[in-house]
């Protein structure tokens, strides 16, 4: 009977929401706090990873969706639209249906995971594949929910950033503080928005003793922030943070300047690397963009800037299953054996 409930259930009181609110989830949040013993030994730190591929979407989107169409219904929309690399559009695509409600969503064409739109297929969304960019898509999106009866869901609607605090709030109820440093990978910029209010919350009411310095990490093709200025044509092959112009830039450098914090590039090579060790030395499958965090992590560590001895928190944000062309790549093929213990003995290197 004692059933994670959902973080507007489980926060309820730290969010924007009343008794009317009809509350639609499917039971988000909850997620492990992994640790990470081959990250702890290379930083010397006692590192964890916060494991947001195990929500009901296979990504931390769903912390937010709950809020945004909970609102939504609440408000009586019928429609909801959203631009998406794929993660946000899958989570929009669940959440709507369990609150009855239409799904647009329009995703950069030949740009996003098969596994994401797949899942935005099979909930039934409809889907428009643009000719351009994640920009070009969240431009449009906006553009048809100011002229149209349809609600937006991305995260420049205020209540997603509300729901994806609760990351933050459940790091803190587990550890019994705050981490000295949390680090997470930065696309469109809201997770790292969101956590640093929900760090700051906890904090300001003393439920923490501090708050963490925020590391957030973009990939160098796609690094608008640490450049300084909008990048028109972004290129990762991390495709869920393939953004070049983030809708929640400036909180980004907040969170990143009240934290004492920074934001950084990694290379695509660097992500990759770090997607390889977080699946072959920690167990933890996550899809490329999630490892930018990790991969920003050792970059920094390998540079001598990690002090050891600190709690650090790695967000990895969404599952490995939604885009596992690159889990395929490059590895070794299996081979094939006949229905015969001696020869498969043989092949596994037993016999
Ligand atoms: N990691 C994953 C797996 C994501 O899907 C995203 C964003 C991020 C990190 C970056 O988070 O945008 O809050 O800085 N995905 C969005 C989407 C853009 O459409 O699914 P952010």
């Not at 507007?8 to 706090?33: A, F, H, Q």
């Not at 408000?75 to 695509?93: D, M």
């Not at 991390?238 to 809708?247: F, L, Q, S, V």
């Not at 090579?269 to 390889?276: D, F, S, V």
Request: proline share 6%; hydrophobic share 40%.
């Amino acid at each position: 009977s004692s059933q994670w409930r959902g973080v507007i259930e489980e926060y309820r009181d730290r969010l924007p929401v009343t008794e009317d609110t009809p509350v639609v989830t499917l039971r988000e949040g909850g997620t492990p706090l992994v640790p990470a013993a081959e990250l702890s030994e290379r930083t010397g730190c006692e590192v964890y990873l916060k494991v947001e591929g195990a929500n009901p979407t296979g990504s931390f989107k769903d912390r937010g969706m709950t809020m945004a169409i909970s609102r939504a219904k609440e408000e009586g929309a019928q429609a909801v639209i959203c631009a998406s690399t794929g993660n946000t559009s899958a989570s929009a695509a669940a959440y709507a249906v369990r609150a009855g409600m239409v799904c647009a969503v329009l995703v950069p064409q030949g740009k996003i995971a098969l596994g994401k739109m797949g899942q935005a297929l099979v909930h039934g969304a409809r889907i428009l594949q643009v000719e351009g960019n994640f920009d070009d898509c969240l431009t449009l999106a906006r553009g048809l929910a100011e002229k149209y009866p349809v609600a937006l869901v991305n995260s420049v609607n205020p209540v997603r950033i509300e729901g994806q605090k609760t990351a933050a709030f459940e790091i803190v109820d587990m550890l019994g503080n705050a981490p000295d440093l949390h680090v997470l990978p930065v696309g469109n910029a809201g997770n790292i928005t969101a956590y640093w209010r929900g760090y700051r919350e906890y904090a300001a009411d003393g439920t923490a003793s501090r708050t963490p310095r925020m590391w957030g990490y973009q990939a160098s093709g796609a690094a608008p922030i640490v450049r300084g200025e909008p990048v028109k044509d972004p290129t990762t092959v991390a495709t869920a943070i393939r953004i070049g112009n983030p809708a929640s830039w400036e909180s980004a450098e907040r969170a990143r300047d009240e934290s004492g914090g920074r934001i950084d590039a990694v290379t695509d090579r660097q992500i990759l690397a770090a997607y390889r060790l977080l699946a072959a030395r920690e167990g933890v499958f996550v899809e490329p963009a999630s490892a930018a965090s990790v991969a920003g992590l050792l970059k920094a560590a390998e540079a001598g800037e990690v002090d050891p001895g600190q709690r650090i928190v790695c967000t990895v944000t969404g599952n490995g299953l939604k885009d596992p062309d690159w889990a395929v790549a490059g590895a070794p093929q299996p081979v094939t054996v006949p229905v015969d213990a001696d020869a498969a003995a043989e092949r596994l290197g037993l016999a």
